[in-house]
C-alpha cells in the first residue's frame, strides 16, 4: 500500500513538472514583455515637449499641462515634431522625423560666408566648418523659418496680407520755438524817446496797423518841418521844379526815416507838423 502511495506521488511530481515545463515554453511573452518596457519608457523619456496646444486647434498654448474650457487635455508638442504652416497660417501635421542617425550633406562656413565643404575643415581662424544635415539645406535667402516653440514664446501671430495705414503716436522731449521766417523786428531809424506805451507785456495779441507806441523824435520833426517849408515855397509863386524837387526831397527823407505814408500825406492836407507819433505795428502777431 505504501509503494502505490509513492508511486502516485511521484507520477504526479513528474506530471507537475511537465506542466511547468510545457507553460514556460509556450509563454515566452513575460520575459520579452519585461525587456521591451524598459526600452519603451526610455524611448519616451527622450522627447523632450516644447508646449501644450489646444485640442481643439485653437491659437493657445500653454508651458504646462492645462485642460481647456471643456475639460479636455491639452496635446504635448513634441522637439522632434516640425511646423508647417497652410497659405492660411493655419498649423498642418506632418509627421515625426526618424530618430535614426541624420545625414551630413556639407559643411557650411561659420562665419556665414558662401563657402561649403563635402568634407570637415577648418577655416582661417580655425573654427570648425558646420555640418549641414538633411532637411536644413539652405534657401535662397528670401524664406525665414522659425520654430513652433519660438513662435509660441515671442507671441507670434499671422494675418493675411493688405494694404494698411500704420500709426504709432511717438512721445518725445521737444523745443518750442518760433517760426525766424515769420519773425518782424520793430524798431526805428532815429533816436526819439517813448512818451507812451500802448503795448506793455510778453505774448499780447497785436494787430497791424495798431499802435505800439508813441513816440518824440527830432529827427522826424525836422524832417516834416523841411517838408512843409518846402509846401510853402511852392505857393510863393515860384515856378519851375525847384519846388517840387524840394518837397519830394523831403518827403524822401520821411520815409527814410520810417514814418508811414498816411502820416505824410495828412500832413499834405492840414499842413501841420505833430511833434509826437504814433508808431503802428507792421505785422499781427504775438509780441516776444
Known amino acids: 500500500m505504501n509503494r502505490f502511495v509513492g508511486a502516485i506521488a511521484l507520477t504526479g511530481a513528474v506530471i507537475a513538472g511537465a506542466a511547468v515545463g510545457y507553460w514556460y515554453a509556450r509563454s515566452p511573452t513575460p520575459i520579452l514583455v519585461a525587456a521591451a518596457a524598459p526600452q519603451a519608457a526610455a524611448g519616451a523619456a527622450e522627447r523632450k ?70 568634407v570637415p575643415k577648418k577655416d582661417w581662424m580655425g573654427m570648425d566648418y558646420i555640418p549641414v544635415y538633411e532637411g536644413e539645406e539652405q534657401d535662397d535667402g528670401k524664406t525665414v523659418k522659425v520654430s513652433l516653440d519660438k513662435i509660441q514664446r515671442t507671441g507670434v501671430r499671422t494675418e493675411l496680407i493688405e494694404p494698411r ?29 517813448i512818451e507812451d506805451l500802448f503795448v506793455n ?56 526815416l520810417g514814418v508811414p505814408e498816411d502820416r505824410i500825406r495828412e500832413m499834405r492836407e492840414t499842413k501841420k507838423s505833430p511833434r509826437t507819433i504814433d508808431w503802428l505795428s507792421p505785422a499781427t502777431g504775438d509780441v516776444i
Open 201 to 256: 507785456r510778453t505774448g499780447q495779441h497785436v494787430r497791424a496797423g495798431e499802435p505800439l507806441f508813441r513816440v518824440y523824435s527830432s529827427d522826424i520833426v525836422q524832417a516834416q518841418i523841411d517838408m512843409l517849408v518846402s509846401m510853402g515855397v511852392g505857393t510863393r509863386g515860384l515856378t519851375g521844379s525847384e519846388p517840387e524837387r524840394q518837397l519830394n526831397g523831403a518827403m524822401q527823407r520821411l520815409r527814410n
Open 49 to 118: 515637449v516644447l508646449y501644450y496646444r489646444d485640442p481643439g486647434g485653437a491659437p493657445y498654448w500653454s508651458a504646462e499641462p492645462k485642460k481647456d474650457a471643456s475639460g479636455r487635455d491639452y496635446i504635448p508638442v513634441y522637439e522632434d515634431e516640425e511646423p508647417e504652416f497652410g497659405p492660411g497660417g493655419e498649423l498642418k501635421k506632418v509627421a515625426a522625423r526618424s530618430s535614426g542617425p541624420r545625414k551630413i550633406l556639407y559643411y557650411r562656413n561659420p562665419m556665414g560666408l558662401p563657402d561649403t565643404s563635402p
Open 165 to 193: 495705414v500704420v500709426v504709432r503716436p511717438v512721445r518725445a522731449v521737444g523745443t518750442v520755438k518760433h517760426d525766424d521766417s515769420r519773425l518782424t523786428i520793430v524798431t526805428m531809424r532815429s533816436d526819439g524817446y
